[in-house]
């Protein structure tokens, strides 16, 4: 799936535009998205949860330059292709938060039970905090961290564009389990409220799994976070 994201600060022009692709990937069908600068080419891959060969083509497909890997959280179906792609790629991976450093740590044994081949752990070259940014070619995102899935959980998002890539706190119908080591239900619902939906009600979402949502959608219609949702 293929779109393009014009800045709504700024009148359209190629300098303003990001694009991106979502390639779902490991058993879990995990949304891997493919972001670039359309001025430089220079991209970014948010989680590449595994099957890196695929990731690789559509790289070349469009011709883009891999800048960073960006990861959300550490589950293997997010984070167990980061390794072998960072260092077939020679770029370096951004996040997720320290506080899921337990997660990639066992990433290996965790792909092994799971049927996800070649997942690795590593050490990313930042560990990302709330108010940090990332960025690709002409194109910043703002980061914000969402405890409650896993503690470490960050979130990317593009101010401009409206657009944020949440991994698996907040899907179309749904939110993130909590239910998982160090998981935190109360926490996640905070994340969503005080970080999330902030942001404003015309984003756009890129979940970790399923189709695109916008909060303003989630917040009128999501029976587990929506306004009119009961805890």
């Known amino acids: ?37 359309e001025a430089t080419k220079k991209a970014a891959v948010v989680d590449p949860g595994g099957e890196v060969d695929r990731i690789v083509a559509a790289l070349e497909e469009q011709g883009l330059e891999l800048e960073r890997i960006l990861i959300t ?17 020679s770029v370096p991976i951004e996040g997720p ?7 990639i740590d066992d990433i ?17 070259e930042r560990w990302l905090e709330e108010g940090d940014t990332v960025s690709f070619g002409q194109v910043e995102l703002e980061v914000r961290h969402c405890p409650g ?18 991994g698996d706190v907040l899907f179309k119908g749904s939110i993130g389990r909590t239910d998982f080591p160090k998981g935190n239900h109360d926490d996640l619902l905070r994340s969503i409220r005080e970080r999330l939906w902030p942001l404003g009600d015309e ?17 009128a219609t999501n029976p587990f976070v929506g306004d009119n949702a009961v805890d």
């Open 203 to 219: 984003v756009t979402f890129i979940s970790g799994h399923g189709p695109l949502s916008t909060f303003g959608e989630e917040r």
């Open 149 to 166: 899935h896993t503690p470490g959980h960050v979130i990317f998002f593009h101010e401009g564009m409206k657009v944020a890539m949440v």
């Open 97 to 103: 938060h320290i506080d899921d450093k337990f997660w």
């Open 1 to 37: 799936m293929f779109w393009g994201m014009t800045d709504t600060n700024n009148p359209p022009s190629r300098e303003s535009v990001m694009k991106a692709a979502i390639l779902p990937v490991t058993p879990f069908q995990q949304n891997c998205s493919i972001i670039w600068c």
């Open 108 to 124: 290996a044994e965790a792909g092994a039970k799971y049927g996800i081949e070649g997942a690795q752990p590593f050490t990313p």
């Open 73 to 89: 959280h550490g589950h293997m179906d997010h984070a167990g292709g980061a390794a072998e792609l960072a260092e077939r790629m």
